[in-house]
């Protein structure tokens, strides 16, 4: 069985929209986009190429995906990322979407069944970039097996957040924290089942 784990850059309010551009998601009226790029060093880096190591699928929500498919397949190809993003198989969670032209990608209609089928198959990791209403879901039906939440000393007073306001009690077992240059935290949690 595959491990599907969630990558989330948040700030320590909880906000995961637009970490990495000022564009990239202004839904809500967000100006804070591009907030984490002054947070990214060598730690995080080798972190982010560890976790490229053990992945060899991509799980996106459709804004998300949308959003990496016009950047990646131009960025510079000797990037890490680059080269990660664009050879991976990727899936993309999308009622709408027909042609993702940003290959090789299959999409998903029904996310609880299919991931779940997905994650049955063998394989390395599934990884979930950002795609916060697509984490939602796989979490509300117990298919996220780690969660690794890049935590900065920054408030952003709104945005979107990762975990719902909603009452309901979530807990999770800590099981590596480690502290970056730049007054980070990267943590890793496990939902407890």
């Given at each position: 069985?595959?491990?599907?784990?969630?990558?989330?850059?948040?700030?320590?309010?909880?906000?995961?929209?637009?970490?990495?551009?000022?564009?990239?998601?202004?839904?809500?009226?967000?100006?804070?986009?591009?907030?984490?790029?002054?947070?990214?060093?060598?730690?995080?880096?080798?972190?982010?190429?560890?976790?490229?190591?053990?992945?060899?699928?991509?799980?996106?929500?459709?804004?998300?995906?949308?959003?990496?498919?016009?950047?990646?397949?131009?960025?510079?190809?000797?990037?890490?990322?680059?080269?990660?993003?664009?050879?991976?198989?990727?899936?993309?969670?999308?009622?709408?979407l027909s042609d993702p032209q940003?290959?090789?990608?299959?999409?998903?209609?029904?996310?609880?069944?299919?991931?779940?089928?997905?994650?049955?198959?063998?394989?390395?990791?599934?990884?979930?970039?950002?795609?916060?209403?697509?984490?939602?879901?796989?979490?509300?039906n117990d298919l996220v097996d780690?969660?690794?939440?890049?935590?900065?000393?920054?408030t952003l007073g709104g945005g979107?957040?990762?975990?719902?306001?909603?009452?309901?009690?979530?807990?999770?077992?800590?099981?590596?924290?480690?502290?970056?240059?730049?007054?980070?935290?990267?943590?890793?949690?496990?939902?407890?089942?």
């Open positions: 069985m595959r491990k599907l784990v969630v990558t989330e850059f948040l700030s320590l309010d909880g906000v995961y929209q637009a970490p990495g551009a000022p564009d990239e998601d202004r839904e809500g009226g967000f100006e804070h986009g591009g907030w984490q790029m002054p947070y990214f060093d060598d730690i995080e880096m080798e972190s982010a190429s560890k976790g490229m190591a053990e992945t060899d699928a991509m799980l996106f929500g459709r804004k998300t995906f949308d959003i990496f498919a016009a950047y990646w397949p131009n960025a510079d190809p000797e990037d890490p990322f680059s080269k990660h993003l664009n050879g991976v198989q990727k899936y993309v969670a999308s009622s709408t940003w290959g090789p990608t299959t999409v998903i209609r029904d996310v609880a069944t299919e991931v779940a089928a997905l994650k049955d198959t063998d394989g390395g990791t599934i990884t979930v970039l950002g795609s916060g209403n697509l984490v939602r879901s796989l979490a509300a780690e969660y690794h939440l890049s935590v900065y000393p920054i979107k957040r990762l975990f719902p306001d909603d009452g309901a009690v979530r807990k999770l077992e800590l099981t590596e924290s480690t502290p970056t240059s730049k007054g980070g935290l990267l943590l890793t949690y496990r939902p407890e089942r």
